[in-house]
């Protein structure tokens, strides 16, 4: 207000209104002096100007110290330094931790520029402290001081610490100030609590009602902050049912102990589902002593819950795969024995034996049992075609009316597919063969009217459980959900669902090998599926890792057509040489028993190791190699390398009950490679030694 202007005020108004001034000033000094944080404002020399009452108690200042004592008496260079670059720079500092070298008292410090009211070139520094020594306070919260809600906003105490004079200055207060020009620190703890991933909360004891909740309790829970601070029940109404009552005795410990207290629960969703919750909480100390707050924070741990599900799952499969298979490795070595032997007695039995019917009914149970090894086997193996760009919505579209057409009129199909297209690498066919599979057992339970739903989502994986195992790395990932009303699932009957299992008599026999099968081709997919039990329905969820690349519109790979393959030709050398390298011994007699018996000289040995302590004394060349791929001490495929770097030269049969190796079941094998599966007859033997040693 210019002079010329107060001139025309009448004594009496002027005097009524500094009045005024003078008592709104007073207010305020002692708003601002009953704050407990301790505030201080010092010039650009770090003499201070203006301290509060708590900032006096915290560095034993008197109301008649000098008011232009240094801070270089009571605060370590360090801060002295740090105060000097803000100053320099204008660019504030919170959270700063130093101790007093008086007394060696904890304080955390921030640093605010500020313009000098009487000479706007000029900078002053307002710290705000916060003595520590007397309070233990986590880690994580000492950057958070607003977990429990204070008295006076941080962003307020600036203009209110210069009207604050404990110390007096030179000069008197002006009544009015500007707001600082300096700028905001780059992330205040306002802004850190309300931008952490994670629902920081604070409860009061012993009523364990909130009354504090950051802003991500929404965005997780659905519930606002003042939902959870003016519901009393709140505090286990969030809990699932499931999880309520031990997650109340827990909590009871932590507070009779006063131990810090950490639990992982289910907690309700405002939409009526539950996500996994994992909460780090503990008492806060008052001044006398007695917790009157239990503070908290909760982070969304539903993805991690997730992951280590189906990693138990896909572990607990692939267990019981490889049993199935060692399993059926020894019952084909049974039944090769069982065979070969039947054969030979039913080519040495005349064509008018009675016995001959008999022996045809051993050969027959064989064949039958043998095909349920088969069946065991291709559990363990790669199912899945190789995988091949595909636009996810596209190829779901056609499979849907293949699967309306498989559900009949009783039970309806709704598509909900996402309006963003998804790129996968999968094959289409199977896919198709991955779905039937999910949908029938989905419909199982099933009443007529009632509807099944197929839709697709993406989820990101940022989860890294650091295992090589891990049947989901972090990631894109496209998710078909297929959710049917049905009866829910148990803990066993989930972890079961996709282990291996044979066809039997009941239609739902089927199913369950289907579903088998159709989590192996996943799995080689380089996803996996999971089950879980949601709105009273069953919902499996396929995931598909995403590519990004365009789907390459040339046409699309042809199935191979098989060349036909002209007759074997006859060995051009009908004795020739053979090792058969086999650990069971009814096989390894019969094997030779055959060959010599068609002309062929047959070395044997039970293992890789004797092969090569035999090969080493052996002066005459071998042409062909029989070898069993699983054998003790040294397997079929090392004994085949060790025999290559020792410079011989040989053809080689592979033959085996079961393998882990998939190139030899794909065909993919080096040239004067075979493989034969057992059991086999003794017919395929004898053509299979003919080609490899014709070629």
Same mark, same amino acid.
């Given at each position: 207000?210019?002079?010329?202007?107060?001139?025309?005020?009448?004594? /009496?108004?002027?005097?009524?209104?500094?009045?005024? !001034?003078?008592?709104?000033?007073?207010?305020?000094?002692?708003?601002?002096?009953?704050?407990?944080?301790?505030?201080? @404002?010092?010039?650009?020399?770090?003499?201070?100007?203006?301290?509060?009452? $708590?900032?006096?108690?915290?560095?034993?200042?008197?109301?008649?110290?000098?008011?232009?004592? /240094?801070?270089?008496?009571?605060?370590?260079?360090?801060?002295?330094?740090?105060?000097?670059?803000?100053?320099?720079?204008? &660019?504030? $500092?919170?959270?700063?931790?130093?101790?007093?070298?008086?007394?060696?008292?904890?304080?955390?410090?921030?640093?605010?520029?500020?313009?000098?009211?009487?000479?706007?070139?000029?900078?002053?520094?307002?710290?705000?402290?916060?003595?520590?020594?007397?309070?233990?306070?986590?880690?994580?919260?000492?950057?958070?001081?607003?977990?429990?809600?204070?008295?006076? *906003?941080?962003?307020?105490?600036?203009?209110?610490? &210069?009207?604050?004079?404990?110390?007096?200055?030179?000069?008197?207060?002006?009544?009015?100030?500007?707001?600082?020009?300096?700028? /905001?620190?780059?992330?205040?703890?306002?802004?850190? !609590?309300?931008?952490?991933? $994670?629902?920081?909360?604070?409860?009061?004891?012993?009523?364990?009602?909130?009354?504090?909740?950051?802003?991500?309790?929404?965005?997780?829970?659905?519930?606002?902050?003042?939902?959870?601070?003016?519901?009393?029940?709140?505090?286990?109404?969030?809990?699932?049912?499931?999880?309520?009552?031990?997650?109340?005795?827990?909590?009871?410990?932590?507070?009779?102990?006063?131990?810090?207290?950490?639990?992982?629960?289910?907690?309700?969703?405002?939409?009526?589902?539950?996500?996994?919750?994992?909460?780090?909480?503990?008492?806060?100390?008052?001044?006398?002593?007695?917790?009157?707050?239990?503070?908290?924070? $909760?982070?969304? @741990?539903?993805?991690?819950?997730?992951?280590?599900?189906?990693?138990?799952?896909?572990?607990?499969?692939?267990?019981?795969?490889?049993?199935?298979?060692?399993?059926?490795?020894?019952?084909?070595?049974?039944?090769?024995?069982?065979?070969?032997?039947?054969?030979?007695?039913?080519?040495?039995?005349?064509?008018?034996?009675?016995?001959?019917?008999?022996?045809?009914?051993?050969?027959?149970?064989?064949?039958?049992?043998?095909?349920?090894?088969?069946?065991?086997?291709?559990?363990?193996?790669?199912?899945?075609?190789?995988?091949?760009?595909?636009?996810?919505?596209?190829?779901?579209?056609?499979?849907?009316?293949?699967?309306?057409?498989?559900?009949?009129?009783?039970?309806?199909?709704?598509?909900?597919?996402?309006?963003? *297209?998804?790129?996968?690498?999968?094959?289409?066919?199977?896919?198709?063969?991955?779905?039937?599979?999910?949908?029938? /057992?989905?419909?199982?339970?099933?009443?007529?009217?009632? %509807?099944?739903?197929?839709?697709?989502?993406?989820?990101?994986?940022?989860?890294?459980?650091?295992?090589?195992?891990?049947?989901?790395?972090?990631?894109?990932?496209?998710?078909?959900?297929?959710?049917?009303?049905?009866?829910?699932?148990?803990?066993?009957?989930?972890?079961?669902?996709?282990?291996?299992?044979?066809?039997?008599?009941?239609?739902?026999?089927? !199913?369950?090998?289907?579903?088998?099968?159709?989590?192996?081709?996943?799995?080689?997919?380089?996803?996996?599926?999971?089950?879980?039990?949601?709105?009273?329905?069953?919902?499996?969820?396929?995931?598909?890792?995403?590519?990004?690349? *365009?789907?390459?519109?040339?046409?699309?790979?042809?199935?191979?057509?098989?060349?036909?393959?002209?007759?074997?030709?006859?060995?051009?050398?009908?004795?020739?040489?053979?090792?058969? !390298?086999?650990?069971?011994?009814?096989?390894?007699?019969?094997? %030779?028993?055959?060959?010599? %018996?068609?002309?062929?000289?047959?070395?044997?040995?039970?293992?890789?190791?004797?092969?090569?302590?035999?090969? %080493?004394?052996?002066?005459?060349?071998?042409?062909?190699?029989?070898?069993?791929?699983?054998?003790?001490?040294?397997?079929?495929?090392?004994?085949?390398?060790?025999?290559?770097?020792?410079?011989?030269?040989?053809?080689?049969?592979?033959?085996?009950?079961?393998?882990?190796?998939?190139?030899?079941?794909?065909?993919?094998?080096?040239?004067?490679?075979?493989?034969?599966?057992?059991?086999?007859?003794?017919?395929?033997?004898?053509?299979?030694?003919?080609?490899?040693?014709?070629?």
């Amino acid at each position: 207000m210019e002079r010329t202007d107060l001139d025309q005020w009448r004594a /009496r108004e002027v005097a009524r209104l500094l009045a005024l !001034v003078e008592t709104q000033r007073r207010y305020y000094q002692e708003i601002v002096a009953s704050i407990p944080v301790g505030l201080m @404002v010092l010039s650009a020399n770090l003499s201070i100007l203006l301290a509060n009452r $708590a900032a006096r108690k915290i560095f034993g200042l008197q109301a008649g110290d000098s008011p232009h004592r /240094r801070m270089d008496t009571i605060l370590p260079t360090s801060l002295l330094d740090r105060i000097e670059e803000v100053l320099k720079t204008g &660019v504030a $500092a919170t959270g700063v931790g130093v101790e007093t070298t008086r007394d060696k008292r904890r304080l955390r410090v921030g640093i605010l520029a500020i313009r000098n009211w009487d000479e706007e070139a000029a900078q002053e520094a307002l710290l705000t402290i916060e003595d520590l020594t007397s309070v233990e306070v986590p880690t994580w919260l000492q950057t958070v001081p607003q977990v429990v809600p204070q008295t006076v *906003p941080q962003v307020a105490l600036p203009a209110l610490v &210069v009207e604050t004079t404990v110390i007096e200055p030179a000069s008197p207060p002006t009544p009015i100030i500007e707001a600082p020009s300096a700028p /905001r620190p780059a992330v205040s703890a306002s802004e850190f !609590v309300d931008n952490v991933d $994670a629902i920081i909360w604070a409860a009061e004891l012993p009523s364990m009602n909130f009354v504090f909740a950051s802003p991500q309790a929404e965005k997780l829970l659905g519930f606002a902050p003042e939902h959870w601070t003016s519901h009393p029940s709140f505090w286990l109404d969030r809990v699932n049912n499931a999880d309520r009552d031990w997650v109340a005795r827990s909590y009871q410990r932590a507070i009779e102990s006063g131990a810090p207290h950490s639990c992982e629960f289910q907690a309700n969703t405002r939409g009526g589902g539950s996500l996994w919750l994992r909460e780090y909480s503990r008492l806060l100390p008052a001044a006398e002593g007695q917790p009157r707050y239990m503070i908290g924070v $909760a982070v969304d @741990v539903t993805e991690r819950r997730m992951l280590e599900d189906q990693l138990v799952q896909a572990e607990r499969v692939e267990a019981v795969s490889r049993l199935a298979s060692r399993m059926a490795h020894d019952l084909n070595n049974a039944l090769m024995i069982l065979t070969g032997y039947s054969e030979e007695l039913l080519t040495a039995l005349p064509a008018g034996s009675t016995m001959r019917a008999d022996v045809q009914e051993i050969l027959t149970a064989t064949e039958r049992v043998g095909g349920l090894t088969s069946q065991l086997l291709s559990f363990a193996r790669r199912q899945g075609q190789p995988a091949a760009e595909i636009e996810l919505e596209s190829a779901l579209r056609k499979i849907s009316l293949r699967l309306d057409a498989l559900l009949g009129t009783h039970v309806g199909l709704d598509l909900r597919l996402s309006t963003e *297209p998804n790129r996968v690498r999968a094959d289409a066919t199977q896919l198709e063969n991955v779905l039937t599979a999910i949908v029938e /057992r989905a419909r199982q339970g099933m009443h007529a009217g009632e %509807r099944m739903a197929l839709q697709t989502s993406r989820l990101e994986i940022r989860e890294d459980l650091r295992r090589p195992n891990a049947p989901l790395q972090p990631g894109s990932y496209a998710v078909i959900s297929i959710i049917a009303p049905s009866q829910p699932l148990d803990g066993e009957g989930k972890a079961a669902l996709f282990e291996c299992s044979l066809p039997g008599k009941e239609p739902w026999d089927d !199913v369950a090998a289907t579903l088998s099968r159709a989590y192996g081709i996943v799995r080689q997919w380089s996803g996996d599926i999971s089950v879980s039990n949601a709105y009273a329905a069953s919902e499996f969820r396929i995931f598909l890792p995403r590519v990004d690349a *365009p789907v390459d519109v040339a046409a699309g790979p042809t199935a191979a057509v098989a060349e036909p393959q002209a007759p074997t030709p006859e060995p051009t050398t009908p004795l020739a040489t053979i090792l058969v !390298v086999e650990d069971e011994a009814g096989i390894r007699a019969l094997v %030779r028993k055959i060959l010599r %018996r068609q002309g062929y000289q047959v070395l044997e040995a039970a293992n890789g190791q004797d092969a090569l302590a035999l090969l %080493r004394d052996q002066a005459q060349r071998v042409e062909l190699l029989i070898t069993d791929v699983l054998m003790p001490q040294m397997g079929g495929r090392e004994l085949v390398e060790r025999l290559q770097t020792q410079g011989h030269d040989m053809k080689v049969l592979y033959v085996s009950g079961y393998t882990d190796d998939t190139t030899i079941y794909s065909g993919d094998v080096p040239a004067g490679t075979a493989f034969l599966q057992k059991p086999f007859t003794l017919g395929s033997l004898l053509d299979k030694v003919k080609e490899v040693l014709a070629k």
